[in-house]
T-cell receptor, first 116, second 118 residues
Framework: NAGVMQNPRHLVRRRGQEARLRCSPM?????VYWYRQLPEEGLKFMVY????????ESGMPKERFSAEFPKEGPSILRIQQVVRGDSAAYFC??????????????FGPGTRLTVL | AQKITQTQPGMFVQEKEAVTLDCTYD???????LFWYKQPSSGEMIFLIY??????QNATEGRYSLNFQKARKSANLVISASQLGDSAMYFC???????????????FGKGTKLSVKP
């Protein structure tokens, strides 16, 4: 299956712990996006990355959240010192990044984070 | 102001009938893209259909078609011959500056929950 892979699918953390969410884009895709979905809501953009570069992090909270997409390996969304309000589904999407930009983002299955 | 508005929190449709899910959008960009995604109860997001703002024809993908009315800023999804497996949440999304060299993020509506009755 060459789709977007995310792991873990479910993650439980206690308040104050760290959460690391991983995303491997589709083969041939070099652009990665992270979104957060709260219950009963649509997805909200967090960050857009290319290999080794953060292109747009305007949707990312300024504190405790960080993201990277290294030259080798998956993209990582890291949440430090988690709080109950971080409980949500976190989706990763990837795209080819070709122009003109009829570029479709394909989503992974998501990681459901629960903070106790 | 909301950029994507889906006014129908929930919809019911009889199996084999057609259904239209509404979506209106707000942007000052001339180039933008509109997308529909399906989210079944299992939680994944499945891409259904795309419409570019400069596309003259309405997009179609199998049983899905997009009724694009640019002047009214609406991009309604039409599902023909509904199936039980179509029961899911449906999200409309927009990407601004679609042709401007900036592959930007998607802005999502709050979704419509479609239930197909046998």
């Amino acid at each position: 299956n060459a789709g977007v892979m995310q792991n873990p699918r479910h993650l439980v953390r206690r308040r104050g712990q760290e959460a690391r969410l991983r995303c491997s884009p589709m083969k041939g895709h070099s652009h990665v996006y992270w979104y957060r979905q709260l219950p009963e809501e649509g997805l909200k953009f967090m960050v857009y990355l290319q290999k080794e570069n953060i292109i747009d992090e305007s949707g990312m909270p300024k504190e405790r959240f960080s993201a990277e997409f290294p030259k080798e390996g998956p993209s990582i969304l890291r949440i430090q010192q988690v709080v109950r309000g971080d409980s949500a589904a976190y989706f990763c999407a990837s795209s080819q990044g070709r122009l003109p930009s009829t570029d479709t983002q394909y989503f992974g299955p998501g990681t459901r984070l629960t903070v106790l | 102001a909301q950029k994507i508005t889906q006014t129908q929190p929930g919809m019911f449709v009889q199996e084999k009938e057609a259904v239209t899910l509404d979506c209106t959008y707000d942007t000052s960009d001339q180039s933008y893209g509109l997308f529909w995604y399906k989210q079944p109860s299992s939680g994944e997001m499945i891409f259904l259909i795309y419409q570019g703002s400069y596309d003259e024809q309405n997009a179609t993908e199998g049983r899905y078609s997009l009724n694009f009315q640019k002047a009214r800023k609406s991009a309604n999804l039409v599902i023909s011959a509904s199936q039980l497996g179509d029961s899911a949440m449906y999200f409309c999304a927009m990407r601004e500056k679609d042709y401007g060299g900036s592959q930007g993020n998607l802005i999502f509506g709050k979704g419509t929950k479609l239930s197909v009755k046998p």
